[in-house]
């Protein structure tokens, strides 16, 4: 588990392999991620994009950016948490990700949450 707090914005993550969406003598390891986002400040602030990098075992790099997480853009209310799941494709059977969440605080101001780098891999002993 990954976790890390910027500006009173907790990020922790959760990840799990998915052995049933995986196919290993295809290359295909699929992971599931579950993020928490935290607001432990006292005003309210709200993602409003996300950058992932995603490295697997062979050192090959992956960053993906895009507007908010699962088609949301949250505001996060003092004390109020946010949390959903994705996935992640990989080649091989372990990696790593980490990023940041670009931020915006009620008084307008910019920040990076970042995110901590977090493992993936299948259970088990390694190939």
Not at 4 to 25: C, D, F, L
Not at 53 to 58: F, L, N, T, V
Not at 89 to 100: N, Q, R, S, V
């Amino acid at each position: 588990m990954s976790d890390a707090t910027t500006n009173g914005v907790k990020v922790q993550v959760a990840a799990r392999y998915v052995e049933e969406r995986s196919n290993p003598h295809a290359n295909k390891f699929i992971f599931a991620y579950t993020v928490t986002i935290t607001n432990t400040e006292a005003a309210p602030v709200q993602l409003l994009s996300r950058k992932w990098i995603i490295k697997d075992a062979d050192g090959d790099i992956e960053t993906i950016e895009g507007p908010g997480v699962v088609g949301e853009k949250p505001v996060l209310q003092p004390g109020q948490s946010f949390e959903y799941t994705s996935f992640c494709p990989l080649e091989t059977p372990f990696g790593t990700m980490e990023g940041h969440y670009n931020m915006v605080a009620a008084d307008g101001s910019r920040f990076e949450a970042r995110i901590a780098p977090f493992g993936l891999a299948t259970p088990g002993p390694l190939n």
